[in-house]
Nanobody, 119 residues
């Protein structure tokens, strides 16, 4: 059974930093696609960053400010968020993808953690 447990959200002022953590069980962070998504009120869930085998990808809106990484020894994915802006306010979700065959892609989600950027 796959479980993803996020932590690290909170309230921060514009320009501040937060680090989100996602502790994964039942799935390896080293050889599966791991990522962070976010959903702001009234908006659709959107991709923030992904990491697969050390290769990273970012949404244009967070490039240069956010960094995704993994510690495979503890099966945890991180999202370091710097220079936070008001528009980064959202619920952030950890995501894991597993592809047991070429025609099957399984998505797993954490419960989400709230990030609020406000002065």
């Amino acid at each position: 059974q796959v479980q993803l447990v996020e932590s690290g959200g909170g309230l921060v002022q514009p320009g501040g930093s937060l680090r989100l953590s996602c502790a994964a069980s039942g799935i390896s962070t080293s050889n599966n696609a791991m990522g962070w998504y976010r959903q702001a009120p009234g908006k659709e869930r959107e991709l923030v960053a992904t990491i697969t085998g050390g290769v990273t990808r970012y949404a244009d809106s967070v490039k240069g400010r956010f960094t995704i990484s993994t510690n495979n020894a503890v099966n945890t994915v991180y999202l370091q968020m710097n220079s936070l802006k008001l528009e980064d306010t959202a619920v952030y979700y950890c995501n894991a993808k597993r592809q047991p065959s070429t025609s099957v892609l399984l998505n797993y989600w954490g419960q989400g953690t709230q990030v609020t950027v406000s002065s």
